[in-house]
């Protein structure tokens, strides 16, 4: 009976595993047909589009799936258009929270979206109700392996970009909003392509949390990551080290 449960606990988490696995594929493949949409399907018209096959190259994607996505956006099997929708709220504790969603159908996402606030204790609010906690600015991640700091941070400012930093994901180059596009092209151009390249929200100031609140909130960002129509969940929280140790985080 031990090996068995074994092989099933074994079997469980795998399936875990694929089904976040193919959720992310599911957000990149959305992504990559936004993007084609708002230009040219050609990457190299495209910076969008590139950043977005990047980012499916960095996540093994396979190409079928890339190919499939392409297809879609070209109008060549059902037409689904995405739209671009925020939702706005407060999480356990106060946290502010913004959820950025690629949805067919905004009433869907918006009833599952309250669904998840109300179930773990938030509250969903209006449009513009807590992005005030927050900074719009650009985002863009080289893997560490193929550049060097030096490398990446003279390219950086020659683009206009407002710091580098070494992170466990690679060099992380950020910029304002406004200078977005010119560094992302630039650093594309000079550099070839990031793991990641995107607008992001980051907070002004943070929430601190208590134990009972982060494992709630967690529980939250996690049913709010699950679904299908939202591409990034965004938090102004802050765990000490003591309460992320009894956490097991």
Partial sequence: MAGHSQFKNIMHRKG?????????FAKIAREI??????????????PRLRAA??????????????ERALKRALGG???????????????PGGVA???ESLTDNRNRTASEVRSCFNKYGGNLGETGSVSFCFERIGLLNFGDTKFNFDQVFE???????????????GLEVSCSMDAFALVR????????????AKVVWRPLTTTACDED??????????ALEDNDDIQNVYANFEISDEVAQKLGL
């Fill in 213 to 222: 609140h982060a494992k709630t909130l967690l529980k939250l960002i996690d």
């Fill in 97 to 99: 929270i913004i959820v």
């Fill in 33 to 46: 047909m936004v993007a084609a949409r708002s230009g040219l399907p050609d990457p190299s018209s495209n």
């Fill in 155 to 169: 390219t950086a400012v020659e683009a206009g970009a407002d710091n580098v930093e070494a992170t466990p994901e």
């Fill in 16 to 24: 875990a595993q694929d089904a976040k696995r193919a959720r992310m």
């Fill in 185 to 196: 092209d630039y650093l594309i151009e000079n550099l070839g392509d990031p793991l990641q």
């Fill in 53 to 66: 096959l990047a980012s499916a190259r960095s996540a093994n994607m396979p190409k079928d799936n890339v």
């Fill in 77 to 91: 099997e059902d037409g689904t258009v995405y739209e671009e929708v925020r939702y706005e709220g407060y999480g």
